[in-house]
């Protein structure tokens, strides 16, 4: 397929930057690139990590009618799709939380059914993006308690709505890049992982994170059908990243507790990193002093680093990164360096 670019609103080649446009919006946008005929782009029989792909409105179903937090979130966005049946952690009056108006300017939300309706969950569907929601009926997010451990001065296990409380709940619209090139934006709701890291109390010694997810083969069927891989999931970062402005511990997106397929009930967002860098469902946090291993790097060290930024000029060894594909309407664009996010984070890696 020829390579067309048609710049928009958050490419670097324009100029003033219109404010986020939620859904309903989109929705207009999406129905007119219908219109004309511009199709989305399939990927080429490569599995995608921890990213969204392109879907249609088949999949999305209509939740039922909720009061409070859910009548906000519906007016907010536009559709009251894809809320889940279990609380969320805090209390669901807590959201939709507000929206942070330092992060997300320009940026356009790509539709919830988009986002939701196929994604990349190996522990539900393994070796491929597909219809993940429709593998997580047995997965059970409430309840839910996380581990912290190593090198804190207390270890201890706690809930998740202790942790929805550590700071007030904001929504932050981000950037998501896959490292197979699919992008999104989505509004993640959540706290500032710094604060989490504070809480928990770290000894000095302590220089980085390590996030192991959940291992509960009975609910997760990739867990059982592919046991080669070396489950639970387990990620790591550097303190300097953890605690970084645009680290987030995530417990909402769209204005709602995480469906399964995004990472329920509790996750990371490294929103200049490539996804599979943000833990989803993890259940235990260990603080230590050497840089730990990580579930790709492991199990392809050739093809996944510990760091995994977005760079556009460093491609995967199988393809380049140098462009991305938007998930909804198929769109090429230049991938942005970090994502994006070089003014925030481009300093930790200098040198």
């Known amino acids: 397929m020829a390579h067309i670019h048609v710049p928009r609103p958050w490419s670097r080649r324009t100029g003033a930057l219109p404010p986020v446009l939620d859904e309903s919006a989109w929705l207009r946008r999406?129905?007119?690139v219908k219109a004309l005929g511009l199709g989305g782009l399939a990927a080429a029989g490569i599995p995608l990590l921890g990213c969204s792909a392109a879907a249609d409105e088949q999949g999305e179903r209509e939740s039922g009618g909720r009061e409070g937090g859910a009548a906000r979130a519906s007016a907010q966005y536009g559709r009251g799709r894809w809320r889940p049946d279990y609380e969320a952690a805090?209390?669901?009056?807590?959201?939709?939380?507000?929206?942070?108006?330092a992060y997300g300017a320009g940026l356009v939300l790509n539709p919830e059914g988009d986002a939701a309706t196929k994604n990349n969950f190996y522990e539900f569907l393994p070796g491929r993006a597909g219809e993940v929601y429709r593998h997580v009926g047995r997965f059970e997010p409430r309840p839910w308690r996380v581990?912290?451990?190593g090198a804190v001065e207390e270890e201890r296990s706690v809930d998740i709505d202790e942790i929805a409380r550590i700071a007030p709940l904001e929504e932050r619209v981000y950037r998501f890049r896959c490292v197979e090139r699919w992008s999104m934006v989505v509004p993640w709701t959540g706290i500032p992982m710094k604060a989490f890291v504070a809480w928990c109390r770290p000894k000095p010694a302590a220089k980085y994170l390590r996030f192991v997810s959940f291992l509960r083969p009975d609910?997760?069927?990739?867990?059982?059908?592919a046991a080669h891989y070396p489950w639970p999931y387990y990620e790591g970062l550097r303190m300097d990243e953890a605690t970084n402005e645009l680290a987030m511990i995530v417990t909402g997106?769209?204005?709602h507790a995480l469906p399964v397929q995004h990472g329920a009930p509790i996750r990371v967002i490294v929103p200049w990193k490539y996804g599979y860098k943000s833990a989803k469902s993890f259940v235990r946090v260990e603080f230590t002093e050497r840089q730990p291993?990580?579930?790709w790097n492991d199990f392809a060290p050739k093809e996944y680093g510990f760091l995994s930024n977005v760079e556009p000029d460093v491609p995967h060894p199988r393809w380049s990164q140098a462009q991305e594909v938007d998930i909804t309407t198929g769109e090429r664009r230049p991938t942005l360096p970090y994502n994006g996010y070089g003014a925030q984070v481009g300093g930790l890696y200098a040198g």
Do not use: C
């Not at 609910?219 to 059908?225: E, L, R, V």
């Open 30 to 32: 999406r129905e007119l």
């Open 90 to 101: 805090g209390g669901d009056a807590l959201y939709p939380a507000p929206r942070a108006q």
């Open 147 to 149: 581990e912290v451990a």
């Open 219 to 225: 609910q997760a069927p990739g867990q059982k059908s």
């Open 253 to 255: 997106i769209f204005g």
């Open 293 to 295: 291993p990580t579930f």
